[in-house]
T-cell receptor, first 109, second 112 residues
Framework: KNEVEQSPQNLTAQEGEFITINCSYSVGISALHWLQQHPGGGIVSLFMLSSGKKKHGRLIATINIQEKHSSLHITASHPRDSAVYICACPQGGSEKLVFGKGTKLTVNP | KAGVTQTPRYLIKTRGQQVTLSCSPISGHRSVSWYQQTPGQGLQFLFEYFSETQRNKGNFPGRFSGRQFSNSRSEMNVSTLELGDSALYLC???????????FGQGTRLTVV
């Protein structure tokens, strides 16, 4: 069983919609990472957070340490947001990241 | 400042051969981690180097090895290639532990 679970696996939205992607983890962590991967492979780090909430443009990430749950929100979604979103947690206090399976987001115009 | 650079971007090798991939981290970053991404297994941690020392290793066979040089550049080597080694290999660099990871574009390895 993967220690990091994401939902949904696939998400299709219309341009302008509010998007939520969820991530649950089973181990204690120091911080959680949200990553974005476009076709072609390159990964971009969106957020690294250990508590509360972070915002960058139309992207918002929240984490609840007690519930071992994090969410990534995209407001006013745009077709260029279409990508795979991946959450990752360091395992056992090390730098070894354990990844979720990813959420493939498609935003239609 | 320049990002993480991985070379080559694409590689085709034959079963049984060996391959070396290179990763140049962001200037000043001393930690380099390597990951394998396949459609079936997703992203998996290979190993992490910090100041030329391997600090963590994932669950991969001994055919997978790596090293880090004094300038923080890192290489990973896969010997006796198998078809299942076909994957996107990504490296990421960090300034230090518990900081943001910056990823390269990856090397897509195809084993035929």
């Amino acid at each position: 069983k993967n220690e990091v679970e994401q939902s949904p696996q696939n998400l299709t939205a219309q341009e302008g919609e509010f998007i939520t992607i969820n991530c649950s983890y089973s181990v204690g962590i120091s911080a959680l990472h949200w990553l974005q991967q476009h076709p072609g492979g390159g990964i971009v780090s969106l957020f690294m957070l250990s508590s509360g909430k972070k915002k960058h443009g139309r992207l918002i990430a929240t984490i609840n340490i007690q519930e071992k749950h994090s969410s990534l929100h995209i407001t006013a979604s745009h077709p260029r947001d279409s990508a795979v979103y991946i959450c990752a947690c360091p395992q056992g206090g090390s730098e070894k990241l354990v990844f979720g399976k990813g959420t493939k987001l498609t935003v239609n115009p | 400042k320049a990002g993480v650079t991985q070379t080559p971007r694409y590689l085709i090798k034959t079963r049984g051969q060996q391959v070396t991939l290179s990763c140049s981290p962001i200037s000043g970053h001393r930690s380099v981690s390597w990951y394998q991404q396949t459609p079936g297994q997703g992203l998996q941690f290979l190993f992490e180097y910090f100041s030329e020392t391997q600090r963590n290793k994932g669950n991969f066979p001994g055919r997978f090895s790596g090293r880090q040089f004094s300038n923080s550049r890192s290489e990973m080597n896969v010997s006796t290639l198998e078809l299942g080694d076909s994957a996107l290999y990504l490296c990421a660099s960090r300034f230090r532990q518990n900081t943001e990871a910056f990823f390269g574009q990856g090397t897509r390895l195809t084993v035929v």
